[in-house]
């Protein structure tokens, strides 16, 4: 039993507080320092092997009086929260990081502004089918206040037996009807060798959620100006997200915009599951603009309107659907497409939670 007084044990105590501190952080700088050296040998963050043979060090030297079992969680506390300052040291270096860049990016698509609070609608056909059709479509965005209008030309099908898309012939379909309407125009690419020749047309491509990981695709992207809309892929995490993001900015596209789709889960009752949570998740992590894709994240007509008011109370800078002038023989997503009264009833309800 020690007859010390409390205080005097408790100033020894805070003392050695005051020591474990000052040896954890210089511990922690060190870590930072591996962390880079590990960046530029392009060698893997976590290595268990030295974790094992740091704790069994450890345990070898351990007189007690706290047990080896004690002493191996209390390290690998420490050993975990070292990995998670190198992982955070190299999220600061991406590009498309809010810690590199606090500011949100804006992209400026003619007049629009995308990313500066106003939120964007982004509304279309899924597919290209004729001028007639296109031409209906951008006439009720004009009138709709709508300046942003999608359609495939080149269409990613599960099936090769469906139809695959018009080609070059859409992007100038959707070309002509943008202009004669006044609006911008965004149309997914699918072959690296397109991108070039898509900026003639087009004044966003679209990287569709089937080849968020195509990187030859994304490094193409990255080697012109026009502004890339890329959809999280089908089963993409948030973090594999941000870093197809990263190929295109840092290959020298910096006017990324980033579309939340939906991800697949054992849900049948929606054709994906919308991930509302990376919509906040995204914009903290990331100063890119944030889209969600409730057409294809749903595929449901039905329930359209809410999702579209949650994306935007979640902090999305805009949203996108599809809309066909009669979805009944679209001739691909007939079943989830919008027909025009159900579109200018969708956008009444969004310019009235907007204006609330
Ligand atoms: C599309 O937007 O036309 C499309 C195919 O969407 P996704 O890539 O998200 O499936
Ligand atoms: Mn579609």
């Not at 268990?48 to 706290?66: C, H, S």
């Not at 949100?104 to 698509?109: E, K, P, S, V, Y």
């Not at 569709?208 to 994304?218: P, T, V």
Request: glycine fraction near 6%.
């Amino acid at each position: 039993m020690s007859n010390r007084p409390l205080e005097e044990l408790r100033t020894q105590l805070d003392e050695i507080n005051m020591e474990l501190l000052h040896l954890l952080s210089k511990r922690a700088s060190l870590v930072q320092e591996i962390g880079e050296v590990k960046k530029r040998q392009g060698v893997n963050k976590f290595d268990p092997e030295r974790e094992k043979k740091m704790l069994d060090q450890l345990v070898a030297q351990n007189q007690g009086p706290f047990d080896n079992h004690t002493v191996r969680y209390l390290f690998k506390q420490i050993f975990k929260a070292s990995l998670d300052l190198q992982i955070d040291d190299q999220k600061k270096d991406l590009l498309v990081s809010r810690k590199k860049q606090a500011t949100d990016t804006m992209i400026q698509l003619g007049t629009t502004k995308v990313g500066n609070g106003t939120p964007q609608i982004i509304a279309g056909p899924c597919s290209v089918e004729s001028e007639e059709q296109v031409f209906a479509v951008a006439k009720v965005l004009k009138e709709q206040g709508v300046s942003i209008m999608r359609g495939g030309a080149f269409k990613p099908r599960t099936s090769p037996y469906d139809f695959q898309g018009l080609g070059v012939e859409g992007l100038k379909i959707l070309r002509k009807a943008a202009d004669h309407y006044d609006l911008q125009v965004i149309s997914e690419v699918v072959s690296p060798s397109d991108i070039e020749m898509a900026t003639e047309f087009v004044d966003v491509i679209q990287i569709g959620a089937r080849n968020m990981q195509n990187f030859e695709l994304l490094k193409a992207a990255g080697t012109v100006n026009t502004p890339i809309l890329l959809k999280r892929g089908l089963a993409a995490t948030i973090e594999e997200f941000l870093f197809a993001a990263e190929y295109i900015v840092s290959n020298g596209n910096a006017n990324v915009m980033l579309c939340e789709r939906g991800i697949r889960t054992y849900e049948k009752w929606t054709r994906n599951t919308l991930d509302i949570s990376a919509v906040p998740i995204l914009k903290n992590e990331s100063h890119l603009p944030v889209f969600v894709d409730v057409t294809h994240s749903t595929g449901r007509r039905d329930i359209l309107l809410p999702c579209a008011k949650a994306a935007l109370a979640a902090g999305a800078d805009g949203v996108m659907l599809e809309v066909h002038p009669n979805p009944s023989v679209a001739l691909s997503d007939a079943k989830q497409q919008l027909d025009i009264p159900s579109f200018e009833a969708f956008m009444a309800g969004i310019k009235q939670s907007i204006d609330a």
